[in-house]
């Protein structure tokens, strides 16, 4: 683990970016939006002059999230009207590792969720619900725009518990590039218990 973070923290430093990778528990984020702008206009491909590779991502995401999307079981359960959110993820698969850069626009309201926090990442197909895998730090910020960046690295924890365990427990990020359209992203507010938006991986 700790090697996995120094390489990590080396390849954010030379993209200028000060988020750092933490513990799926307590995410928090660390990088302007200048800084996270300049991040993934990168994409993850920094190499040093040498033309080592630091870090890279083996995929990167970029999920458009709509209130249409959200549903209760297979049940349409349409979320906050003109809501949207944009969730960028960068996975890298040997260090177990996710980046995001989530912004919310029209999401209004508290968050609320029994998870550790509001904005996570299901397993679940198109059309259905499932359990959080990830819990992603809630955006902040304005209703016009709410902004959250960081790094999550496993194991990863939810704080959401089925049959005594954690369903964050034994996840890695390689499960999300084999089957990308077996997940999806949303965002949870107390208005809209079920999503405020939702957005499927393809």
């Known amino acids: 683990m700790a090697s996995s973070l120094t390489l990590l923290v080396s390849f954010l430093t030379i993209t200028s970016v000060a988020a750092t990778p933490i513990t799926g528990r307590s995410p928090q984020p660390r990088a302007s939006l200048e800084e996270t702008k300049r ?7 920094e190499h040093h002059d040498d033309n080592k590779k630091v870090f890279y991502f083996d995929k990167v995401f970029v999920v458009k999230a709509t209130p249409d999307q959200v549903r209760n079981g297979t049940t349409p359960a349409p979320g906050e009207p003109g809501a949207k ?5 960068g996975i890298n698969k040997e260090y177990n590792t996710v980046c995001y850069n989530i912004v919310l626009s029209g999401v209004t309201g508290e968050y609320s969720s029994p998870a550790v926090t509001a904005t996570h990442l299901h ?5 259905a619900s499932g359990p959080p895998r990830l819990a992603f730090q809630n955006p902040q910020g304005p ?10 690295t496993g194991p990863f924890t ?3 518990v089925n049959n005594g365990v954690d369903t964050g427990a034994n996840f890695h990020v390689s499960q999300i590039i084999d089957n990308p359209a077996g997940f999806f992203v949303d965002t949870h507010t107390k208005k809209y218990t079920l999503g405020a938006v939702r957005g499927q991986l393809e």
């Open 158 to 160: 939810t704080g959401i």
């Open 85 to 89: 959110g944009l969730y960028k993820l």
């Open 123 to 127: 397993e679940a197909a198109r059309g």
């Open 143 to 152: 209703d016009d725009k709410r902004v959250s960046c960081g790094c999550l």
């Open 39 to 45: 991040y993934w206009e990168n994409k993850g491909k």
